[in-house]
Protein backbone atom coordinates (compact mmCIF):
# COMPACT_ATOMS: atom_id res chain seq x y z
CA UNK A 1 0.00 0.00 0.00
CA UNK A 2 1.45 3.77 -0.97
CA UNK A 3 2.38 5.54 2.10
CA UNK A 4 0.51 9.30 1.52
CA UNK A 5 2.21 10.57 4.53
CA UNK A 6 4.01 13.83 4.25
CA UNK A 7 6.80 14.15 6.08
CA UNK A 8 7.59 17.78 6.87
CA UNK A 9 10.65 18.67 8.47
CA UNK A 10 11.88 22.21 10.28
CA UNK A 11 15.27 23.50 11.55
CA UNK A 12 15.50 26.51 13.26
CA UNK A 13 18.94 28.82 13.31
CA UNK A 14 19.77 31.13 16.82
CA UNK A 15 20.86 34.28 14.83
CA UNK A 16 23.75 36.16 16.55
CA UNK A 17 26.99 33.89 16.02
CA UNK A 18 25.17 31.25 14.18
CA UNK A 19 23.33 33.39 11.25
CA UNK A 20 25.21 36.82 11.92
CA UNK A 21 28.84 37.24 13.12
CA UNK A 22 27.80 39.56 15.43
CA UNK A 23 28.90 38.68 19.05
CA UNK A 24 31.40 41.39 19.19
CA UNK A 25 29.39 43.83 18.58
CA UNK A 26 26.23 43.14 20.42
CA UNK A 27 28.70 42.43 23.30
CA UNK A 28 30.02 45.88 23.27
CA UNK A 29 26.66 47.80 22.54
CA UNK A 30 24.65 45.89 25.58
CA UNK A 31 27.37 46.59 28.07
CA UNK A 32 27.33 50.11 27.02
CA UNK A 33 23.58 50.36 27.11
CA UNK A 34 23.77 49.21 30.79
CA UNK A 35 26.52 52.07 31.74
CA UNK A 36 24.66 54.47 30.32
CA UNK A 37 21.61 53.21 31.69
CA UNK A 38 22.35 52.02 35.09
CA UNK A 39 25.90 52.94 35.94
CA UNK A 40 26.18 49.05 35.89
CA UNK A 41 29.50 47.34 34.79
CA UNK A 42 28.67 44.30 32.83
CA UNK A 43 31.72 44.17 30.46
CA UNK A 44 33.56 41.06 33.03
CA UNK A 45 30.78 39.04 33.55
CA UNK A 46 30.11 35.22 32.16
CA UNK A 47 26.86 34.89 30.64
CA UNK A 48 26.48 31.43 30.78
CA UNK A 49 26.72 32.77 34.78
CA UNK A 50 23.12 33.71 33.93
CA UNK A 51 19.74 31.62 34.65
CA UNK A 52 18.31 32.77 30.90
CA UNK A 53 21.01 33.93 28.66
CA UNK A 54 18.91 36.02 26.72
CA UNK A 55 18.48 40.09 26.43
CA UNK A 56 15.40 39.88 28.67
CA UNK A 57 16.55 37.23 30.85
CA UNK A 58 19.92 39.25 31.31
CA UNK A 59 17.88 42.11 32.27
CA UNK A 60 16.19 41.18 34.26
CA UNK A 61 18.72 39.55 36.46
CA UNK A 62 20.75 42.47 36.34
CA UNK A 63 18.55 44.57 37.49
CA UNK A 64 17.87 42.32 40.71
CA UNK A 65 21.43 41.97 41.47
CA UNK A 66 22.05 45.40 41.68
CA UNK A 67 18.53 46.77 43.77
CA UNK A 68 16.32 47.90 40.61
CA UNK A 69 12.87 47.07 40.30
CA UNK A 70 11.70 44.77 37.16
CA UNK A 71 10.06 47.03 35.65
CA UNK A 72 8.64 47.50 32.06
CA UNK A 73 10.12 51.16 32.56
CA UNK A 74 13.33 49.80 33.19
CA UNK A 75 13.13 46.92 30.92
CA UNK A 76 12.21 49.48 27.92
CA UNK A 77 15.26 52.29 29.03
CA UNK A 78 18.05 49.45 28.80
CA UNK A 79 16.34 48.13 25.47
CA UNK A 80 15.93 51.32 24.07
CA UNK A 81 19.61 52.42 24.60
CA UNK A 82 20.78 48.87 23.46
CA UNK A 83 18.62 49.80 20.51
CA UNK A 84 20.13 53.21 19.87
CA UNK A 85 23.57 52.00 19.82
CA UNK A 86 23.50 49.43 17.49
CA UNK A 87 21.94 51.14 14.97
CA UNK A 88 24.70 53.65 15.32
CA UNK A 89 27.25 51.37 15.56
CA UNK A 90 25.79 49.88 11.77
CA UNK A 91 25.51 53.22 10.22
CA UNK A 92 29.08 54.07 11.23
CA UNK A 93 30.54 50.84 10.43
CA UNK A 94 28.24 48.15 8.99
CA UNK A 95 31.27 45.65 8.42
CA UNK A 96 30.71 44.78 12.27
CA UNK A 97 27.55 43.09 10.90
CA UNK A 98 28.28 40.38 9.17
CA UNK A 99 26.26 36.93 8.33
CA UNK A 100 28.23 33.96 8.41
CA UNK A 101 29.65 32.80 4.98
CA UNK A 102 26.94 30.68 3.36
CA UNK A 103 24.01 31.50 6.12
CA UNK A 104 21.31 33.00 2.99
CA UNK A 105 22.28 30.29 0.34
CA UNK A 106 22.16 27.49 2.79
CA UNK A 107 18.19 28.99 3.95
CA UNK A 108 17.40 28.70 0.05
CA UNK A 109 18.66 26.06 -0.64
CA UNK A 110 16.50 24.42 2.71
CA UNK A 111 13.20 26.00 1.66
CA UNK A 112 13.69 24.83 -2.30
CA UNK A 113 14.46 20.88 -0.82
CA UNK A 114 10.88 21.13 1.05
CA UNK A 115 12.48 22.21 5.06
CA UNK A 116 10.68 24.49 6.91
CA UNK A 117 12.99 27.48 8.90
CA UNK A 118 12.42 29.50 11.20
CA UNK A 119 14.91 31.78 13.75
CA UNK A 120 14.83 31.66 17.13
CA UNK A 121 16.83 34.09 19.05
CA UNK A 122 18.22 35.12 22.50
CA UNK A 123 17.32 38.85 21.24
CA UNK A 124 15.05 41.73 21.36
CA UNK A 125 12.84 41.36 18.18
CA UNK A 126 13.47 45.59 17.81
CA UNK A 127 17.94 44.73 18.09
CA UNK A 128 17.45 41.38 15.89
CA UNK A 129 15.72 43.23 12.82
CA UNK A 130 18.55 45.70 12.96
CA UNK A 131 21.31 43.42 13.31
CA UNK A 132 19.35 41.48 10.13
CA UNK A 133 19.09 44.67 7.87
CA UNK A 134 22.90 45.79 8.29
CA UNK A 135 24.27 42.58 7.54
CA UNK A 136 22.62 42.35 4.72
CA UNK A 137 20.61 39.39 5.64
CA UNK A 138 16.80 40.02 3.85
CA UNK A 139 14.85 37.15 5.63
CA UNK A 140 11.26 38.73 5.92
CA UNK A 141 9.38 35.98 5.33
CA UNK A 142 11.03 33.63 8.09
CA UNK A 143 8.86 32.95 11.24
CA UNK A 144 11.21 35.33 13.79
CA UNK A 145 10.91 34.31 17.64
CA UNK A 146 12.68 36.57 20.35
CA UNK A 147 13.02 37.20 23.98
CA UNK A 148 10.15 39.62 24.18
CA UNK A 149 7.81 38.46 26.86
CA UNK A 150 9.96 35.39 26.85
CA UNK A 151 13.27 35.17 28.88
CA UNK A 152 14.34 31.71 28.46
CA UNK A 153 15.80 29.73 25.74
CA UNK A 154 13.24 27.03 25.91
CA UNK A 155 10.00 29.29 25.76
CA UNK A 156 12.02 31.10 22.80
CA UNK A 157 12.59 27.81 20.14
CA UNK A 158 8.91 26.42 21.63
CA UNK A 159 7.05 29.54 20.10
CA UNK A 160 9.70 29.50 16.91
CA UNK A 161 7.96 26.34 16.70
CA UNK A 162 4.11 27.68 17.29
CA UNK A 163 4.83 30.68 14.53
CA UNK A 164 5.79 27.89 12.27
CA UNK A 165 2.36 25.33 13.08
CA UNK A 166 0.27 28.54 12.63
CA UNK A 167 1.79 29.53 9.29
CA UNK A 168 0.94 25.85 7.94
CA UNK A 169 -2.25 26.33 8.97
CA UNK A 170 -1.88 24.19 12.13
CA UNK A 171 0.41 21.31 10.51
CA UNK A 172 3.07 20.15 13.05
CA UNK A 173 6.91 19.27 11.63
CA UNK A 174 7.69 15.59 12.00
CA UNK A 175 11.77 16.38 12.91
CA UNK A 176 13.23 19.25 14.46
CA UNK A 177 16.95 20.48 14.11
CA UNK A 178 18.27 23.64 16.19
CA UNK A 179 21.04 25.16 14.85
CA UNK A 180 23.24 27.01 17.06
CA UNK A 181 26.79 28.65 18.57
CA UNK A 182 26.65 28.95 22.10
CA UNK A 183 26.08 26.25 25.21
CA UNK A 184 23.00 27.66 26.03
CA UNK A 185 21.95 26.60 22.60
CA UNK A 186 23.01 22.87 23.42
CA UNK A 187 21.09 22.50 26.47
CA UNK A 188 18.03 23.74 25.02
CA UNK A 189 18.37 21.15 22.09
CA UNK A 190 18.80 18.70 25.03
CA UNK A 191 15.87 19.69 27.32
CA UNK A 192 13.44 19.46 24.04
CA UNK A 193 15.81 16.14 22.91
CA UNK A 194 15.97 17.52 19.40
CA UNK A 195 18.60 17.09 17.11
CA UNK A 196 21.67 19.98 16.53
CA UNK A 197 24.08 21.29 14.86
CA UNK A 198 26.76 23.72 15.93
CA UNK A 199 28.38 26.35 14.90
CA UNK A 200 32.10 27.94 15.29
CA UNK A 201 35.60 27.51 14.77
CA UNK A 202 38.87 27.29 17.11
CA UNK A 203 37.59 28.07 20.65
CA UNK A 204 33.35 28.24 19.97
CA UNK A 205 34.38 25.04 18.31
CA UNK A 206 36.26 23.43 21.63
CA UNK A 207 33.44 24.38 23.55
CA UNK A 208 30.82 23.30 21.94
CA UNK A 209 32.94 19.86 21.03
CA UNK A 210 32.94 19.63 24.89
CA UNK A 211 29.42 20.23 25.08
CA UNK A 212 28.53 16.93 23.84
CA UNK A 213 27.91 18.54 20.20
CA UNK A 214 28.44 16.20 17.22
CA UNK A 215 29.12 18.12 14.36
CA UNK A 216 30.60 21.85 14.32
CA UNK A 217 30.60 23.89 11.21
CA UNK A 218 33.39 26.90 10.79
CA UNK A 219 30.52 28.24 8.64
CA UNK A 220 27.63 27.05 5.59
CA UNK A 221 29.40 25.08 3.39
CA UNK A 222 26.81 23.51 1.61
CA UNK A 223 28.04 19.85 1.32
CA UNK A 224 29.05 19.91 4.95
CA UNK A 225 25.87 21.13 6.25
CA UNK A 226 23.95 18.30 4.17
CA UNK A 227 26.03 15.95 5.77
CA UNK A 228 25.74 17.31 9.52
CA UNK A 229 21.90 17.61 9.39
CA UNK A 230 21.77 13.69 7.66
CA UNK A 231 23.65 12.98 10.78
CA UNK A 232 22.43 15.25 13.21
CA UNK A 233 21.76 13.94 16.76
CA UNK A 234 20.58 15.13 20.31
CA UNK A 235 23.51 16.75 22.40
CA UNK A 236 24.84 13.83 24.44
CA UNK A 237 26.10 14.23 27.88
CA UNK A 238 29.13 16.66 28.09
CA UNK A 239 32.05 14.02 28.29
CA UNK A 240 30.16 11.44 26.24
CA UNK A 241 30.25 10.27 22.73
CA UNK A 242 26.79 8.22 22.67
CA UNK A 243 23.81 9.20 19.92
CA UNK A 244 20.67 10.00 21.23
CA UNK A 245 17.68 9.50 19.59
CA UNK A 246 15.68 12.25 18.82
Known amino acids: MRDNTVVTNLIIFDLDGTLLDTNAVDDHCYAAAWRDEFAIDCTRLEWSSFANVTDSGIAEELLARNGFEISRENMLRVENRF ?22 VIIER ?19 TIKLRAAGLHL ?13 RLEIVQHAIGLVIKKAGGQEPDH ?71
Open 110 to 128: LASAGWRVAIATGAWRSSA
Open 176 to 246: IVLVGDAPWDVQTARQMSLPFIGIGSGEKRARLLACGVADVLADYDLEAFANALEAAVVPCVAGRNEEVAG
Open 83 to 104: VALLGRAARQNHTRFRPIRGAE
Open 140 to 152: PHLPLASCDGRPS
